[in-house]
């Protein structure tokens, strides 16, 4: 039997379907589909795909709770029908081909699946992402707002070669793809689950950018002790990203930036604490409904990046460009 995912279907309306969207996403959900309301019905489903894994009563007690919480705001709609299914993973797959659609990001991006032939403007910078089983499409706000804040650095760069980024927790891949797409001259992408790393890897010969990233299973270990990278991109949640702050820092010469995003408006607090704690302060602040990301750099950095960061080729411990071994 191949393996399966969960789907947890909730009807919203317009006034809820952000907040149920990215509470979705802050659960863990690998995608989502919103379908559009027929017939003039306020009623918009959202379908959201977990991995089949996750245990589901405790994630539909809390989706109860955060819908009781809409309603004590009177928000219209917000005691929806729930519904839960088990899907294949080819049909998983189907659905992303039917609702990942081309999305202009930022002011020179362009996302696009695969299997859209275009055109597509020819004043953008075109991303391939296939999502495969991963996360990382650029529709999320999390994703978006690290993909505007990638630009804006690069925008700033002043450096005779391009930076050298790397990406905690890549996902797709996309946003290093989008590194080197901006002109990044090396990028690392690091990933935990081995799923990531494959997508990714596969997203990498949808845009020629196999020979200036380097994708690597694990965590922060899998970085050696004496690199640099003039950019950390960490899209993590605020759980994940907090204990990383040191290692993260450690990366950084003292112009680099660290660009941190998955983190909840209402975490915001405790994630500056930590970062200050670590020697950052934040350059730049961008939020988008419940989501915030922070672009942040050493307390006694400067405010521009100028370049020349210097460390061991690509940063690894071991291995060339492309995927890494598992010796």
Known sequence: MGERYVEVSVTATLETTEAF????????????????????????????SFQGSLPIDPLLKRLTVYQRA????????????????????????QSWKEHFKPLAVGKRLMIAPPWEAGPFPENRLLV??????????????????????????MEEWA???????V?????????AIAAAVLGADRVVAID??????????????????????RISPGGV?????????????????????????????????????LVASGILVEEEATVAAAARAAGLRVTARQSDGEWLCLTMVFS????????????????????????????
């Open 221 to 257: 270990e899998a970085l050696g002790p004496d690199v640099r990278f003039d950019l950390v991109l960490a899209n993590l949640d605020s759980k994940g990203l907090c204990p990383l702050y040191g290692r993260l820092v450690a990366f950084l010469p003292p112009q680099g930036r």
């Open 21 to 48: 969207a990215d509470f979705l996403f802050a659960e863990g959900a690998l995608g989502l589909v919103i379908e559009d309301p027929l017939n003039n019905s306020p009623e918009i489903l959202i379908r959201a």
């Open 128 to 153: 391939r992402i296939d999502p495969a089983m991963s996360f990382g499409t650029g529709h999320h706000a999390t994703t978006r707002m690290c993909l505007e804040a990638l630009e804006a650095f």
């Open 192 to 213: 935990a689950d081995p799923e990531a790393c494959g997508a990714a890897t596969s997203n990498l010969s949808l845009n020629n950018t196999a020979e200036r990233i």
């Open 70 to 93: 809409l309603a004590a705001l009177d928000l219209p709609g917000a005691a929806g029908e729930i519904e839960i299914r088990e899907i294949p993973a080819t049909d998983w797959a």
């Open 167 to 175: 990406d905690v927790g890549t996902g797709t891949g996309i946003l």
């Open 300 to 327: 006694s950095g400067l405010d521009t990046p100028k370049g020349g960061a210097r460390f061991s080729p690509w940063g690894l411990r071991r291995g060339p460009p492309g995927r890494a071994s598992d010796e």
């Open 159 to 165: 450096g005779t070669r391009g930076p050298v980024v």
